[in-house]
Structure formats: C-alpha cells, structure tokens
C-alpha cells in the first residue's frame, strides 16, 4: 500500500502525475493496480475517484541466451 499526498487543486486542474516503479515477481502472474482520490472538499464527480488496471507479467527467463 502506497499513500500520496498533493497539494489543493483549484476546479478543473488536472493533478501533477504520480509514477511509482514495482519489481514483478520472477513468476508469471498478473498484477491488478487500483488507485483512489479523496478530498476534504465536496467533489462534483465522484464517479471517477477510483481506477483500476490489470497487468499479464510473463516469466523472465532470465537465461543466457543458449540454447
């Protein structure tokens, strides 16, 4: 878990990017990030608060290139 705290923003700006980097594990998996908002004041859209999106991770290899 990963919390990130911005400045106000005044109505209609858009928030300054947030670029985190994570290590897949060495396993094939798939990987879900999901993202939330808040805000102390009252927001006119709350529908688009909360995103998601899912990941396929292959399995590295990680050989040495001989077969």
Known sequence: SVTCTRPALVTGATAPTITLVVTA???ATT??????VSALTTDP???NNTASITTTVGSGGGGNGKK
């Open 25 to 27: 594990p060495p396993q």
């Open 31 to 36: 990987l879900t990030n999901q993202v939330s």
């Open 45 to 47: 859209n709350p529908a």
